[in-house]
């Protein structure tokens, strides 16, 4: 693309096949040649037997005989595989899939990494300074807490602060290195008993972002285009989402007001542009209601009713008006933890308000309030245990292999994946399938605005001045109508100066 050889024509792509035949296992040629064909192809080290991991490789000083191998190796093995793998896309049910979302996806997914994205260093390092004074707030307050001094970024000596100077629990967990345990999830259920835990929680947090991206996202500018180019994997994850690598765009947080941040330092190619962001709204719990038949759900969403708000009534049985703010949030913590299997102490976890007991009265409620939900996991559960596997609306399947497990923790991780991925993999299917058509869509009405990433259920886009009704108009058309669904798919567009106006 770069050198004006765009690729063009009939595509097949080895390793997003074999990721549809077997999405649990690693796509990788040297590794599928050896299982599938029993043959090890040459290492690149015999070629460059002193090369550097991410060093620039100079091929002009390659011995053009053993070049011409490794090459033509690469070419021919890509066509063993094939042979293999083509008739089992069709045998497996996948050949939909593939052909129809995968194939057509790569173009897209060439002309966003082509185009990359715009980002202001000022507006980051202006971000990067305010982080590290409350950084050093936060040490300021830990310390001051604590009585003493030590190394935060130290879990023994953490440790050792929490569970021996403060004694904030009676029974610590224990780590297989006989440490203090001091992750997230023991910080998190301490946070509401003392700030001291909270304030950690905080910290790593900041120093997470300024270390992944207030300090790394400079070094990604690419020096000729100034814009940032992510890479794009189709085959990295088992429920069909797409990854971001090189850096990885998807993960900044959008719940922290910090994280959010982040967002303001990307901005449309010049001052005359915008950003536009397209979002689908709360497209997961849609696809249950669709998924599942729930009448009720389906009612909520054709009604245009705070779903949350509608399913708190439901729960806690009072009218609409009348939800209060806490059983509204209680509400959403359950409608977003079903589709995960969220259990009564995962849930009293979160909400840190209520007892395991009280946790699961309301899990207990909320499958009497709509059991045609409770009777759709139940057949999903059964489905994986009798198949093997679970799929999405369009056939894309996860293996679940554990389903069967005699330990319990096991059985119990592949049961949540059998009612996950269904839901997570047709709002992936979703999206492939609407970026396809939009691209099409702006390349028939010769748009100059540009589509730039995709963060999982939302779309980013270089939004040219004059063309913002004809884009809205491709955007809801295509992203609403994109699969047939039982219930209303509805998404939020907005428009601004950067990532975080537009969001």
């Known amino acids: 693309e770069n050198h004006d050889c765009p690729v063009k024509g009939i595509c097949y792509d080895t390793l997003i096949a074999h990721s549809l035949i077997e999405p649990e296992q690693r796509h990788n040629l040297d590794i599928l040649a050896e299982n599938l064909l029993q043959y090890k192809t040459i290492p690149f080290s015999e070629l460059v037997p002193n090369a550097k991991k991410g060093e620039l490789i100079d091929y002009a000083q390659i011995n053009i005989d053993k070049l011409t191998n490794y090459a033509v190796e690469d070419a021919d093995i890509t066509f063993q595989l094939w042979q293999i793998l083509e008739p089992q896309l069709e045998s497996l049910g996948q050949s939909e899939v593939f052909y129809k979302i995968e194939m057509p996806l790569l173009s897209v997914l060439i002309a966003m990494e082509k185009e990359g994205i715009n980002i202001c260093e000022t507006t980051l390092k202006n971000i990067g ?18 009585g003493q001094e030590f190394n935060l970024n130290s879990p023994k000596q953490l440790g050792v602060i ?9 029974k610590p967990k224990k780590t297989k290195t ?29 120093n997470k972002l300024v270390s992944t991206y207030i300090d790394a996202l400079p070094h990604s500018i690419n020096q000729k285009t100034q814009r940032i180019h992510t890479n794009f994997g189709q085959v990295q994850t088992s429920t069909g989402r797409l990854s971001s690598n090189n850096p990885n765009l998807q993960n900044i947080p959008i719940r922290s007001t910090n994280g959010k941040q982040i967002r303001k330092a990307f901005i449309p190619r010049n001052p005359k542009w915008k950003i536009l962001s397209a979002d689908y709204s709360q497209i997961e719990l849609r696809i249950l209601a669709a998924l599942s038949e729930d009448p009720s759900m389906i009612q909520a969403f054709n009604d ?44 009293a976890q979160r909400l840190g308000t209520v007892s395991r007991t009280e946790a699961q009265a309301i899990i207990d409620n909320y499958f009497q309030q709509f059991p045609t939900i409770q009777n759709y996991i139940d057949q999903q559960i059964e489905k994986a245990r009798k198949d093997g596997f679970v799929t999405t609306l369009l056939g894309r399947r996860r293996y679940l292999r554990d389903i069967n497990s005699s330990n319990g923790s096991i059985r119990a991780a592949s049961e949540r994946n059998a009612i996950n991925m269904p839901i997570q993999g047709t709002a992936a299917d979703l999206i492939k399938i609407a970026m396809i058509r939009i691209l099409e869509k702006m390349d028939e009405a010769k748009l100059e605005s540009k589509m730039l990433l995709q963060v999982h259920d939302e779309l980013i886009f270089d939004l040219h001045p004059d063309e913002e009704s004809a884009l809205k108009k491709i955007l809801e058309t295509e992203m609403v109508h994109a699969i047939d669904l039982k219930c209303p798919v509805e998404i939020d567009i907005g428009i601004g100066n950067n990532w975080l106006e537009a969001h």
């Open 129 to 146: 300074d305010t982080l590290s004074v409350e950084i050093e707030n936060l040490r300021s307050e830990i310390y001051d807490t604590a």
């Open 162 to 170: 929490l569970f021996e100077v403060l004694k904030l629990s009676d």
């Open 178 to 206: 006989g440490q203090y345990a001091t992750n997230e999830q023991t910080l998190s259920s301490l946070s509401s008993k003392h700030r001291i835990a909270a304030a950690i929680l905080e910290y790593r947090q900041m």
């Open 304 to 347: 245009k009713e705070d779903i949350h708000a509608s399913t708190a009534a439901r729960i806690f049985d009072v009218s609409l008006k009348n939800v209060s703010r806490e059983q509204r949030s209680t509400a959403k913590m359950v409608n977003f933890g079903i589709p995960y299997g969220i259990s009564a102490f995962g849930l």
